[in-house]
């Protein structure tokens, strides 16, 4: 039996056992690795073996191999959307719906809907498919992982715009890697089967820089490794496990903080990896009131407190005069046995005075694990 055939088959059986719809994820490093192809291939075994499959979207980027793929396929005619004088075309979920498929194929899950839409996200729009009972076969790549923001950044240079929530990934029942030798996808690049000539030179020098994509390739690999060891132990840590490597997880917040997004994206890595819950906790000080902040502080707040719950946390808000009391108390009345907290650039008189929160945290905090996430300014979202 083909590699191919096994691999249509091992996810026709959860689609026959499904009652909401399946979620299959082809997760790649960098594009050319070949997502897109491999899930075509997909879709045409399971449409020899009578499975009703359509293509909600695809992206080819002008591959002949790719598009040659659509041959054969139904593709469900896109949504027409006018925005600022330009026709814009988005996957039709309603049209999809409608027409009640059992599997759809869903490329370029990271992709911003069009205003209008009536999701933001495309992800989102997966969801809907699943919650209407249609499997989902979709496709993205790693750097697109909301929580892996920083860390990209870190390794390539790259700061990603359009991002995943890994509660999203988290729900899929199967997640492949496409792995490719870098100077495999280097020379695909060269040949002209990734972007066209004159795009080339400029991927070359961005990008598709050597450093990066085996940066990129090693986070992939990380990722579904981290999938997989999900999956072999699903749900929450025991009651014995409230300490240590099985604990829960809690990110410390504070109005408008600007390493809010960063520490929350490492709270989810490391929930992630515990399969743990996590917790995002603000504590609201007397002098930190709605009447009291300006209004910048406090729409950072709601858009932290928004991401937080997009990645997966509890978010909790709290009340009382000192911030470090009330998280302590809240972590060791929930089982958090790790916390991440964020080190400002605070002045030395406020520690010398025992005023820097975090500080204080590293000295009271005797029976957690502390992460601590440097803070060096503003974060642009």
């Known amino acids: 039996m083909s590699a191919e055939r096994k691999r249509a088959e091992d996810f026709l059986e959860l689609v026959q056992r499904a009652k909401r719809g399946r979620l299959k994820l082809y997760l ?63 996957m039709d979920v309603d049209a999809i719906v409608a027409r009640a498929p059992a599997v759809a194929i869903v490329d370029e899950i990271a992709h911003t809907n069009a205003p209008g839409s009536r999701q933001r996200k495309r992800w989102q729009d997966v969801l809907e498919l699943c919650d209407a009972g249609i499997n ?24 990603v715009r359009e991002s995943v929530p890994d509660t999203f990934v988290r729900q899929a029942d199967q997640v492949v890697t496409l792995d490719l030798a870098v100077e495999d996808l280097l020379e695909r690049l060269e040949s002209g089967r990734i972007y066209a000539a004159d795009k080339i030179p400029w991927a070359l020098q961005h990008f598709f820089r050597r450093e990066n994509l085996s940066a990129l390739r090693e986070l992939v690999l990380r990722e579904v490794a981290e999938s997989v060891e999900r999956q072999a132990h699903p749900g929450p840590p025991s009651e014995s496990e409230a300490t240590g490597a099985g604990a829960k997880v809690m990110v410390c917040m504070s109005a408008g903080s600007p390493g809010a997004a960063a520490m929350l994206r490492r709270g989810s890595r490391l929930a992630g990896r515990l399969s743990s819950d996590w917790y995002a906790v603000y504590v609201q000080t007397p002098g930190e009131t709605p009447e009291r902040i300006d209004a910048e502080r406090q729409r950072r707040l709601h858009d932290d407190i928004a991401l937080a719950r997009e990645l997966g946390a509890e978010a909790v808000r709290l009340s009382a005069r000192d911030p470090v009391v009330a998280l302590l108390d809240f972590a060791r009345s929930h089982g958090v046995g790790h916390l991440v907290v964020g080190r400002s650039q605070q002045p030395r008189w406020r520690r010398a005075l025992g005023l820097d929160a975090t500080a204080r945290l590293l000295r009271l905090a005797h029976d957690m694990d502390l992460h601590v996430v440097p803070v060096h300014g503003r974060e642009v979202r």
């Open 28 to 90: 790649g490093f960098a594009a050319g690795v070949g997502k897109t192809y491999r899930m075509l291939e997909e879709a045409h075994a399971l449409r020899r073996r009578g499975v009703d499959i359509v293509v909600g979207v695809v992206e080819t980027h002008g591959r002949p191999e790719t598009a040659a793929l659509l041959d054969g396929l139904e593709q469900v005619p896109h949504r027409r959307i006018e925005y600022r004088g330009v026709a814009i075309e988005e």
């Open 136 to 159: 989902v076969i979709g496709a993205f790549n790693v750097q697109h992982l909301e929580s892996l923001r920083d860390t990209i950044e870190r390794s390539t240079g790259v700061n």
